[in-house]
């Protein structure tokens, strides 16, 4: 299943590259298709992904011991540190293109607040592609890879409006070659059981805060049918399969 999962990879990677010519994607009200991709995200987050760390967890607390055994519920702060952090990113995107805004009339984030987020999300899908070779079978990859790809346009939409000149030029690019390292170090190296898991999980929790960062502002005039479609849709098919 390797060279399946090396193309997974590489598609996963050119989403982020040539998202940014997807232009029916900015406007407003907000596209159909972003709101139904974020329905499917928190989908597979709340169907596949959480069953999957509750087992998880019972793993990773056999291996845990000393000072730390007293944290029964260790994954799911990860998860929840996973959703802080990329809320403090967006944040920090936000007052930065307001101070741009207001000092130099331009609507995009400062350089060093660019490298920051791109950085971050390097390592967001780094861990993507790592959990590429982590999936049981075909089945479970492509259904990863699907809730995936579609959760990658939500995302590159939000990037490319932070940090425009920034995304266009080198940060689509440090997004998308960053699934295929993180699939090549999953590929070469074993790990003990407890990372994958705790990779999981701060997965979990940047899904479903980068779904309600993009889903839930007033101004995107977000679409409820299409994102609730995409949820029970995906939820349905998870369930059937």
């Not at 989908?43 to 944290?71: M, S, T």
């Not at 699907?146 to 690019?173: I, K, N």
């Not at 929790?205 to 977000?222: A, C, D, I």
Request: aromatic share 10%.
């Amino acid at each position: 299943m390797v060279g399946l999962e090396l193309l997974t990879a590489i598609a996963l990677g050119g989403l982020h590259v040539f998202a940014w010519r997807l232009r029916f994607l900015d406007r407003v009200p907000r596209s159909r298709f972003l709101s139904a991709a974020g329905g499917i995200s928190v989908a597979y987050v709340f169907v596949h992904l959480l069953p999957e760390l509750a087992a998880a967890q019972e793993a990773v607390a056999e291996r845990i011991g000393g000072p730390l055994r007293f944290l029964d519920a260790h994954i799911y702060l990860v998860a929840l540190a996973g959703l802080v952090v990329f809320y403090a990113l967006e944040r920090q995107s936000v007052r930065s293109r307001e101070r741009r805004r207001e000092r130099h009339g331009v609507d995009e984030t400062e350089d060093r607040v660019a490298r920051l987020s791109f950085g971050s999300y390097a390592v967001y899908n780094a861990i993507i592609g790592y959990l590429l070779t982590d999936r049981a079978d075909v089945a479970s990859l492509l259904l990863f890879a699907a809730a995936l790809g579609v959760h990658f346009a939500v995302v590159d939409h939000g990037l490319r409006a932070h940090h425009g000149r920034s995304y266009r030029a080198w940060g689509r690019w440090v997004c998308g070659s960053a699934v295929v390292l993180g699939w090549a170090v999953g590929a070469a190296f074993r790990v003990p059981e407890a990372v994958p898991a705790a990779v999981l999980a701060f997965l979990a929790g940047g899904v479903v805060m980068n779904v309600l960062k993009e889903e839930l502002p007033e101004e995107r005039e977000s679409r409820l049918g299409p994102f609730v479609a995409g949820a029970g849709g995906y939820a349905l098919l998870l369930l059937a399969l």
